[in-house]
């Protein structure tokens, strides 16, 4: 039986906060296109993440993920003048977290808990701090000081650099099959928090542990 992970690391948009919480003031500002504007733009958002890191052209994820949403706009032709751009911004630094999470971590009491995010480090504050989640994350970890994003190694060695244990030794958590190859081709035990209930990537490295969902997470440790 494996032991439980010195401490776990959880990706933190599409994990613990749910990015399409925007759909509803995105169908506000335009009725109908809620759900399709949201998608695009997550995947748009991802997409220069991963161009970016290729291109070695490093913006920092507000950036990026405001280019996302000038071009999903764009490609949907919904026009986006500057303050819808702002309201749209700022509620993407107000994602709620998805309904399990509180009581999933609320659970995991005497496992140090770390975030480790894309994100920059000014929403990552901002979300920690609005969710209520600043007392039960020890750590919260952000790509930015690398100025390269997931899935690099550099990202994962980043958390085993700040925990100070051996990446055998650390559990990741995250709803992205991509970033769950990721960190196991780096080494981690991983917990694939697969809601939507998705075909496994095919990249060569399987989770260690597939989830219905954050709920699941305790009992997958025993």
């Not at 439980?4 to 506000?28: I, M, Q, W």
């Not at 032709?77 to 999933?104: D, H, I, S, W």
């Not at 980043?158 to 990446?167: E, H, M, S």
Request: one cysteine or more; hydrophobic letters at 45%.
């Amino acid at each position: 039986m494996a032991t439980r992970p010195a401490a776990l690391v959880f990706d933190a948009y599409g994990t613990l906060f749910d990015v399409h919480s925007v759909t509803t003031l995105c169908d506000e500002l335009w009725p109908g296109s809620g759900t399709q504007l949201s998608q695009l733009w997550r995947t748009r958002q991802l997409e220069y993440t991963w161009l970016r890191s290729l291109m070695g052209r490093y913006e920092g994820f507000d950036r990026v993920t405001e280019a996302a949403l000038r071009y999903a706009c764009a490609a949907l032709k919904l026009p986006c003048n500057e303050a819808k751009r702002e309201r749209l911004m700022r509620a993407y630094r107000q994602l709620a977290t998805f309904p399990e999470v509180a009581g999933a971590l609320g659970k995991l009491r005497g496992i140090r808990l770390a975030i480790l995010s894309n994100g920059a480090p000014a929403m990552l504050r901002e979300l920690v701090s609005n969710s209520g989640l600043t007392a039960v994350i020890a750590d919260v970890l952000s790509v930015d000081e690398l100025r390269i994003y997931k899935p690099s190694p550099k990202v994962y060695q980043l958390a085993v650099d700040r925990l100070g244990a051996p990446a055998a030794s650390l559990g990741f958590v995250s709803s992205n099959g991509w970033d769950v190859a990721g960190a196991k081709s780096f080494g981690f035990r991983t917990f694939w928090v697969n809601r939507a209930g998705a075909p496994r990537d095919e990249l060569g490295f399987a989770p260690d542990h597939e989830l219905g969902s954050l709920a699941d997470l305790p009992a997958a440790l025993e």
